[in-house]
């Protein structure tokens, strides 16, 4: 495919990233988190299937891209809908760190996949690399499928300690003193 088509490939998995989180909570709440997760993350080994079986052609690129389309909505609503989770469990004190967790274990993993990938592709060949993928795209299904997350049919409730903002200290005369010099005002 030519670099326009792959652009535009690309634009298409972009809007179903997009279409996937801003209707997760409508899922959410309509079939309950596990089971919206579960659903999306079962689709989404299945959304490889054309890049699989692709030849050269117009209706191939369209099937490719719609098949993008669905993976990507499906990342989308499972991944809005698991960050979520996590925030709404998470005492105030501790967001920043799971959050900062959880984006260094994806984004950190990313690199190693690719890396990872192209010599798999580069050994056994393309399409047994991508059906490598596909199936590895079930471990997280199967994860989840065995947690207790599949059974959740609503958002859980916060901790009960989360109830009340976390202390924020007030700045002392000290500190209204050093900003007043800085100013050039009298710190008197």
Avoid: K, N
Wanted: charged residues 10%.
């Amino acid at each position: 495919m030519s670099a326009t088509v792959f652009g535009v490939l690309l634009g298409l998995g972009a809007l179903g990233a997009a279409a996937g989180a801003l209707t997760a909570p409508a899922l959410a709440r309509r079939y309950g988190p596990g089971p919206m997760m579960l659903a999306a993350l079962a689709v989404t080994p299945l959304t490889q299937l054309p890049l699989l079986l692709a030849s050269p052609g117009l209706a191939w690129q369209i099937t490719i891209g719609l098949a993008l389309f669905l993976q990507l909505a499906c990342a989308g609503a499972a991944g809005t809908t698991q960050r979520s989770i996590r925030q709404i469990v998470t005492t105030a004190g501790m967001q920043a760190r799971m959050q900062a967790v959880s984006t260094w274990l994806t984004s950190g993993a990313r690199p190693v996949a690719a890396l990872l990938a192209g010599a798999l592709g580069t050994w056994v060949g393309v399409r047994p690399a991508l059906t490598a993928g596909a199936l590895l795209l079930l471990i997280p299904l199967v994860v989840l499928a065995r947690s207790p997350i599949r059974a959740l049919r609503q958002m859980p409730d916060p901790p009960a300690d989360r109830t009340s903002p976390p202390a924020v200290p007030s700045p002392t005369r000290t500190d209204d003193a050093r900003h007043e010099r800085a100013l050039g005002g009298d710190a008197s």
